[in-house]
């Protein structure tokens, strides 16, 4: 027996609970553990004075005389009872982490798988809020066994195989080490006579129909949770949450980029050349905009306020609306007339009339001449 204190071996003060005694020392085993240690002597004392601390302070009437009357309190009482157990426990715990196991054994109880339903919604539904109707296939509690899987009339059995712990120790010689029990899988249970209705899983698949509320605001890709309206869980565990994804279908006016809204506005060429005023659409009517005077074509005018107000903004877009100077088609041969007249009299003096092209036609020339 080591005449080290054994409180000073573990690295624990003297009032430590029973819980930080266990830590420590599993600490101290996986690191001085023959095993990863072959053939080093002090990891081999070092092991074995862990090993004999931790049987002695896990047992309280042990822990007691120890701390009453030190090692002549518990001389020749660390082997063997309750802190062999305590050992053996302890390395159940230890391979439990390593392996997945425990001596508590797993939880059969499982959460219900979270379910994802895509729903396409218009521009104006999204921007104003809506409320809808959606159905949706899942997995619920099977009625007639009341999802214990069993046959109505009969209940799941204790698994033989562990005795309804859910797992099995298997002695590798020194170890101890726990795994799932291979027979019930982990549940303790076996369902000698499966329901009929489930086919022994307890659950079956059903469509059920949903009221789901969209916020105003939503954008394309935004997620709404709905608590609890996914998979129902196994065995009493909680069931899964529903995500409803938010796709915004193509608007044949306006196109969304955040919170502002983009629309183009085609003008005729007397309107863009001579200016005026023209009525353009928004989410709530309409708006008029006037046109200056010499506007060309990719001229944006901004309508503040005229667009959405985001699910997290404080205030709304704005409504862009983007000009294009719309050539006259299917002309009768007096319009004709008067365009070729306008062209006549445009080209006596053409830097003045299209200053754009004049400096685009000079661009041209200096490259080639380059």
């Given at each position: 027996?080591?005449?080290?204190?054994?409180?000073?071996?573990?690295?624990?003060?003297?009032?430590?609970?029973?819980?930080?005694?266990?830590?420590?020392?599993?600490?101290?085993?996986?690191?001085?553990?023959?095993?990863?240690?072959?053939?080093?002597?002090?990891?081999?004392?070092?092991?074995?004075?862990?090993?004999?601390?931790?049987?002695?302070?896990?047992?309280?009437?042990k822990?007691?005389?120890?701390?009453?009357?030190?090692?002549?309190?518990?001389?020749?009482?660390?082997?063997?009872?309750?802190?062999?157990?305590?050992?053996?426990?302890?390395?159940?715990?230890?391979?439990?982490?390593?392996?997945?196991?425990?001596?508590?054994?797993?939880?059969?109880?499982?959460?219900?798988?979270?379910?994802?339903?895509?729903?396409?919604?218009?521009?104006?539904?999204?921007?104003?809020?809506?409320?809808?109707?959606?159905?949706i296939?899942?997995?619920?509690?099977?009625?007639?066994?009341?999802?214990?899987?069993?046959?109505?009339?009969?209940?799941?059995?204790?698994?033989?195989t562990?005795?309804?712990?859910?797992?099995?120790?298997?002695?590798?010689?020194?170890?101890?080490?726990?795994?799932?029990?291979?027979?019930?899988?982990?549940?303790?249970?076996?369902i000698?006579?499966?329901?009929?209705?489930?086919?022994?899983?307890?659950?079956?698949?059903?469509?059920?129909?949903?009221?789901?509320?969209i916020?105003?605001?939503?954008?394309?890709?935004?997620?709404?949770?709905?608590?609890?309206?996914?998979?129902?869980?196994?065995?009493?565990?909680?069931?899964?949450?529903?995500?409803?994804?938010?796709?915004?279908?193509?608007?044949?006016?306006?196109?969304?980029?955040?919170?502002?809204?983009?629309?183009?506005?085609?003008?005729?060429?007397?309107?863009a050349a001579l200016?005026?005023?023209?009525?353009?659409?928004?989410?709530?009517g309409?708006?008029?905009?006037?046109?200056?005077?010499?506007t060309?074509?990719?001229?944006?005018?901004?309508?503040?306020?005229?667009g959405?107000?985001?699910?997290?903004?404080?205030?709304?877009?704005?409504?862009?609306?983007?000009?294009?100077?719309?050539?006259?088609?299917?002309?009768?041969?007096?319009?004709?007339?008067?365009?070729?007249?306008?062209?006549?009299?445009s080209?006596?003096?053409?830097?003045?009339?299209?200053?754009?092209?004049?400096?685009?036609?000079?661009?041209?020339?200096?490259?080639?001449?380059?």
């Amino acid at each position: 027996m080591s005449k080290r204190d054994y409180y000073d071996i573990l690295g624990v003060s003297r009032d430590a609970d029973e819980d930080t005694i266990k830590k420590a020392y599993r600490k101290l085993a996986m690191k001085y553990h023959p095993d990863r240690n072959a053939g080093d002597a002090k990891s081999e004392e070092m092991f074995k004075e862990a090993k004999e601390a931790y049987e002695i302070l896990t047992d309280s009437n042990k822990r007691a005389a120890y701390d009453q009357f030190g090692h002549a309190g518990v001389n020749g009482g660390s082997a063997g009872g309750s802190g062999a157990q305590g050992f053996s426990d302890a390395f159940s715990d230890i391979f439990g982490d390593i392996f997945g196991g425990g001596r508590s054994g797993r939880s059969n109880m499982h959460r219900g798988a979270d379910l994802r339903y895509n729903l396409e919604i218009s521009l104006e539904q999204a921007a104003h809020g809506t409320e809808t109707k959606i159905r949706i296939p899942t997995m619920v509690k099977c009625e007639p066994c009341s999802g214990s899987g069993a046959k109505p009339g009969t209940s799941p059995k204790t698994c033989p195989t562990c005795n309804g712990h859910g797992q099995v120790r298997m002695q590798q010689g020194f170890f101890s080490i726990q795994q799932t029990c291979p027979k019930c899988q982990g549940s303790g249970k076996i369902i000698a006579q499966p329901c009929n209705a489930c086919h022994g899983v307890g659950l079956v698949k059903q469509h059920k129909t949903l009221n789901v509320k969209i916020p105003a605001g939503v954008d394309d890709g935004d997620r709404i949770r709905i608590s609890a309206e996914g998979e129902a869980g196994i065995n009493g565990g909680p069931s899964g949450d529903l995500y409803v994804v938010v796709h915004l279908s193509a608007h044949p006016v306006f196109r969304r980029e955040g919170d502002h809204l983009h629309c183009e506005i085609p003008i005729s060429f007397s309107v863009a050349a001579l200016g005026g005023e023209i009525e353009v659409p928004t989410l709530e009517g309409h708006a008029k905009i006037k046109v200056p005077a010499e506007t060309q074509t990719g001229k944006i005018f901004r309508l503040r306020s005229k667009g959405i107000k985001g699910v997290r903004s404080h205030d709304k877009g704005d409504l862009l609306c983007h000009v294009v100077v719309e050539t006259p088609v299917k002309l009768t041969g007096r319009q004709k007339e008067l365009l070729e007249e306008l062209e006549a009299i445009s080209l006596k003096d053409g830097s003045r009339h299209s200053p754009r092209a004049k400096s685009w036609m000079d661009k041209a020339r200096e490259f080639f001449s380059e």
